[in-house]
């Protein structure tokens, strides 16, 4: 059996962190390397998703609920626009392997990120 990701055992409470949003399925936490002046990570609170692909494929509805989040919190935490990233595959900059989306918003150009 795996180790459980960091975002489970920020769940659990065994890592500190400040959950600004929670659903019955998913919560919401600060970045702690920000790549935007807002970016959150949106985390489904079960482990058993690696990426965005096996998420949409095996349960749309959690995805569902995981973009509704993203946009209620960039409603709070910025201007409502906002970018939602997912990053699949290590070549992809996916370090965790526990789904999760990146809400990255605040005074973003086209070009402001990546390319």
Sequence with gaps: ????SIFTR???GEIPAEILAETENVFAI????PQAPVHLLIIPKTGAYRD???LAASDPALLSEMIALANALAAEHADGDFRLVFNTGP??????FHVHAHVLAG???EGSLGG
């Design 1 to 4: 059996m795996s180790e459980p």
């Design 10 to 12: 920020i769940l659990e």
């Design 30 to 33: 600060r970045d702690i390397a």
């Design 52 to 54: 965005v692909v096996e």
């Design 91 to 96: 070549g992809a900059g996916q370090t965790v």
């Design 107 to 109: 005074g973003l150009d």
